[in-house]
C-alpha cells in the first residue's frame, strides 16, 4: 500500500479555480469510487471537505468539488479565496477494509 | 456536538508500546459509526492507522497490523490504540476521529477529529 501521488503545490490568484489531482491504481483510486478529500491549516485537524469522490459534508463551501477519472482523482477549489490556502489530502478506500492517504499538496493564494 | 479528545504520555522509549485514549462526548460509542486514528509525522503527510467499529471489529493499516491494537470500551465512551515496539519512525501528531460513513464498505471519511496529540520516541 503506497502513498498516492500528489502534486507537492498549487497556486493561484484570488477568484481563480485551481485542482489538485489525486494518482493512484487500479487497486485504490481506480478500483471504487471512494475517495474524500481533506483540508488542514497549520497546527490544525484536517477537515473533511469531499467523499465519495463528489459528495459535499454539510456546511462545505460549494465552491469544493470533486472527480474521479481513471485512477486519478481531483479536488478543484473555484473562486479562490485566501482562506482556502492550506494542505490537501486525498484519501482513498484501498480494498480489504483499509485505507491509504495521499502524499498532499500545499496550497498557496497568491 | 460530537468531540474527541486524545490523551497518553508524550514520550516514549523505543521497542516500548505507545498507548493513547480517545474519549468520546456528545455521542455514545455504542449507538454506532466506526472510529479511527490518523497519524502525521512532523512536517509529512497523514497516514491512516486503523479502524474499530462500535462492536469492537478492527481494521488496521496492513503496514502496521503486526504491532496494532484497537480497542473500544463503550462504558467509559472510549476508544484505544496500542502500538508496540515503536522506533523513531513512530514520531508523529495522532488524531482520533469518527468516521460518519461505513469503514468496511468503503466510504470510511472523518467528519469528527481530535485535536492531536505528539508523541515522540526517544531514549
Known amino acids: 500500500q503506497s502513498a498516492l501521488t500528489q502534486p507537492a503545490s498549487v497556486s493561484g490568484s484570488p477568484g481563480q479555480s485551481i485542482t489538485i489531482s489525486c494518482t493512484g491504481t487500479s487497486s485504490d483510486v481506480g478500483g471504487y469510487n471512494y475517495v474524500s478529500w481533506y483540508q488542514q491549516h497549520p497546527g490544525k485537524a484536517p477537515k473533511l471537505m469531499i467523499y465519495d469522490v463528489s459528495k459535499r459534508p454539510s456546511g462545505v463551501s460549494n465552491r469544493f468539488s470533486g472527480s474521479k477519472s481513471g485512477n486519478t482523482a481531483s479536488l478543484t477549489i473555484s473562486g479562490l479565496q485566501a482562506e482556502d490556502e492550506a494542505d490537501y489530502y486525498c484519501c482513498s478506500y484501498a480494498g480489504s477494509s483499509t485505507y491509504v492517504f495521499g502524499t498532499g499538496t500545499k496550497v498557496t493564494v497568491l | 456536538q460530537v468531540q474527541l479528545q486524545e490523551s497518553g504520555p508524550g514520550l516514549v522509549k523505543p521497542s516500548e508500546t505507545l498507548s493513547l485514549t480517545c474519549a468520546v462526548s456528545?455521542?455514545?460509542?455504542?449507538?454506532?459509526?466506526?472510529w479511527g486514528w490518523i497519524r502525521q509525522p512532523p512536517g509529512k503527510g497523514l497516514e491512516w492507522i486503523g479502524s474499530i467499529y462500535h462492536s469492537g471489529s478492527t481494521y488496521y493499516n496492513p503496514s502496521l497490523k503486526s504491532r496494532v491494537t484497537i480497542s473500544v470500551d463503550t462504558s467509559k465512551n472510549q476508544f484505544s490504540l496500542k502500538l508496540s515496539s515503536v522506533t523513531a519512525a513512530d514520531t508523529a501528531v495522532y488524531y482520533c476521529a469518527r468516521s460518519g460513513g461505513d469503514c468496511t464498505g468503503g466510504s470510511c471519511r472523518f467528519d469528527y477529529w481530535g485535536q492531536g496529540t505528539l508523541v515522540t520516541v526517544s531514549s
Open positions: 456528545g455521542y455514545s460509542i455504542s449507538s454506532g459509526y466506526y
